[in-house]
Nanobody, 123 residues
Framework: QVQLQEWGPGLLKPSQTLSLTCAVY??????????WSWIRQPPGKGLEWMGL???????YYSPSLKSHTSISRDTSKNQFSLQLSSVTPEDTAVYYC???????????????WGQGTQVTVSS
Protein backbone atom coordinates (compact mmCIF):
# COMPACT_ATOMS: atom_id res chain seq x y z
CA GLN A 1 0.00 0.00 0.00
CA VAL A 2 1.46 3.31 -1.09
CA GLN A 3 1.12 6.22 1.29
CA LEU A 4 2.02 9.86 0.73
CA GLN A 5 2.45 12.52 3.36
CA GLU A 6 3.03 16.18 2.61
CA TRP A 7 4.11 18.93 4.92
CA GLY A 8 5.21 22.54 4.92
CA PRO A 9 4.59 25.92 6.50
CA GLY A 10 0.95 26.66 7.13
CA LEU A 11 1.24 30.43 6.87
CA LEU A 12 3.29 32.64 4.56
CA LYS A 13 3.41 36.32 3.76
CA PRO A 14 3.00 37.64 0.22
CA SER A 15 6.17 37.50 -1.92
CA GLN A 16 7.64 34.64 0.10
CA THR A 17 8.49 31.24 -1.39
CA LEU A 18 6.37 28.26 -0.48
CA SER A 19 8.25 25.00 0.01
CA LEU A 20 6.37 21.73 0.47
CA THR A 21 7.72 18.20 0.72
CA CYS A 22 5.99 14.88 0.09
CA ALA A 23 7.31 11.65 1.54
CA VAL A 24 6.35 8.42 -0.20
CA TYR A 25 6.03 5.14 1.70
CA UNK A 26 5.46 1.67 0.31
CA UNK A 27 6.88 2.44 -3.10
CA UNK A 28 9.84 4.11 -4.74
CA UNK A 29 9.59 7.39 -6.61
CA UNK A 30 12.06 5.96 -9.14
CA UNK A 31 9.88 2.98 -10.08
CA UNK A 32 8.94 2.93 -13.76
CA UNK A 33 6.47 4.29 -14.94
CA UNK A 34 5.04 6.32 -12.09
CA UNK A 35 4.85 10.09 -11.93
CA TRP A 36 4.37 12.26 -8.88
CA SER A 37 2.11 15.30 -8.88
CA TRP A 38 1.36 18.40 -6.90
CA ILE A 39 -2.28 19.50 -6.90
CA ARG A 40 -4.02 22.26 -4.99
CA GLN A 41 -7.55 23.29 -4.15
CA PRO A 42 -8.27 26.92 -3.28
CA PRO A 43 -11.21 27.54 -0.95
CA GLY A 44 -14.50 27.12 -2.76
CA LYS A 45 -12.83 26.08 -6.02
CA GLY A 46 -11.92 22.89 -7.82
CA LEU A 47 -8.68 20.97 -7.97
CA GLU A 48 -5.82 22.53 -9.88
CA TRP A 49 -2.97 20.40 -11.16
CA MET A 50 0.34 22.22 -10.70
CA GLY A 51 2.99 19.92 -12.08
CA LEU A 52 4.74 16.60 -11.72
CA UNK A 53 8.08 14.86 -11.62
CA UNK A 54 8.66 11.55 -13.31
CA UNK A 55 10.34 8.36 -12.18
CA UNK A 56 13.36 9.35 -14.26
CA UNK A 57 13.41 12.93 -12.97
CA UNK A 58 11.63 14.71 -15.79
CA UNK A 59 9.35 17.59 -14.84
CA TYR A 60 6.17 19.00 -16.35
CA TYR A 61 4.31 22.07 -15.19
CA SER A 62 0.97 23.70 -15.65
CA PRO A 63 1.50 26.52 -18.17
CA SER A 64 -0.25 28.98 -15.88
CA LEU A 65 2.14 28.26 -13.00
CA LYS A 66 5.33 27.33 -14.82
CA SER A 67 7.01 30.69 -14.34
CA HIS A 68 7.12 30.44 -10.54
CA THR A 69 6.90 26.69 -9.84
CA SER A 70 9.67 24.17 -9.37
CA ILE A 71 9.45 20.48 -8.51
CA SER A 72 12.45 18.46 -7.39
CA ARG A 73 13.18 15.20 -5.67
CA ASP A 74 15.52 13.51 -3.20
CA THR A 75 15.73 9.88 -4.18
CA SER A 76 17.81 9.01 -1.09
CA LYS A 77 14.84 10.05 1.08
CA ASN A 78 12.14 8.96 -1.38
CA GLN A 79 10.68 12.45 -1.28
CA PHE A 80 9.71 15.08 -3.80
CA SER A 81 9.20 18.77 -3.24
CA LEU A 82 7.37 21.81 -4.55
CA GLN A 83 8.60 25.37 -4.54
CA LEU A 84 6.24 28.19 -5.45
CA SER A 85 7.86 31.60 -5.52
CA SER A 86 6.36 35.05 -5.02
CA VAL A 87 3.18 33.76 -3.43
CA THR A 88 0.06 35.91 -3.20
CA PRO A 89 -3.19 35.44 -1.26
CA GLU A 90 -4.53 33.70 -4.39
CA ASP A 91 -2.12 30.85 -3.64
CA THR A 92 -4.05 30.06 -0.46
CA ALA A 93 -5.20 26.46 -0.84
CA VAL A 94 -4.99 22.91 0.38
CA TYR A 95 -1.99 21.37 -1.33
CA TYR A 96 -1.87 17.67 -2.17
CA CYS A 97 0.79 15.33 -3.48
CA UNK A 98 -0.34 12.32 -5.46
CA UNK A 99 0.92 9.44 -7.59
CA UNK A 100 0.11 9.28 -11.27
CA UNK A 101 -0.31 5.91 -12.87
CA UNK A 102 -1.61 4.44 -16.10
CA UNK A 103 -3.93 1.52 -16.47
CA UNK A 104 -5.44 0.01 -19.64
CA UNK A 105 -8.94 1.27 -20.01
CA UNK A 106 -8.44 4.03 -17.44
CA UNK A 107 -5.58 5.98 -18.91
CA UNK A 108 -3.58 8.29 -16.66
CA UNK A 109 -5.02 9.06 -13.26
CA UNK A 110 -4.03 9.86 -9.68
CA UNK A 111 -4.38 6.68 -7.64
CA UNK A 112 -2.80 7.59 -4.30
CA TRP A 113 -3.07 10.94 -2.54
CA GLY A 114 -1.64 12.57 0.53
CA GLN A 115 -4.03 13.93 3.12
CA GLY A 116 -3.38 17.51 2.06
CA THR A 117 -1.82 20.43 3.87
CA GLN A 118 -3.39 23.86 4.30
CA VAL A 119 -1.34 26.82 3.13
CA THR A 120 -2.51 30.35 3.83
CA VAL A 121 -0.90 33.45 2.35
CA SER A 122 -1.70 36.57 4.29
CA SER A 123 0.01 39.74 5.37
Amino acid sequence: QVQLQEWGPGLLKPSQTLSLTCAVYGGSITTSYYYWSWIRQPPGKGLEWMGLIGYEGSTYYSPSLKSHTSISRDTSKNQFSLQLSSVTPEDTAVYYCARVTWRPGSGWYHDYWGQGTQVTVSS
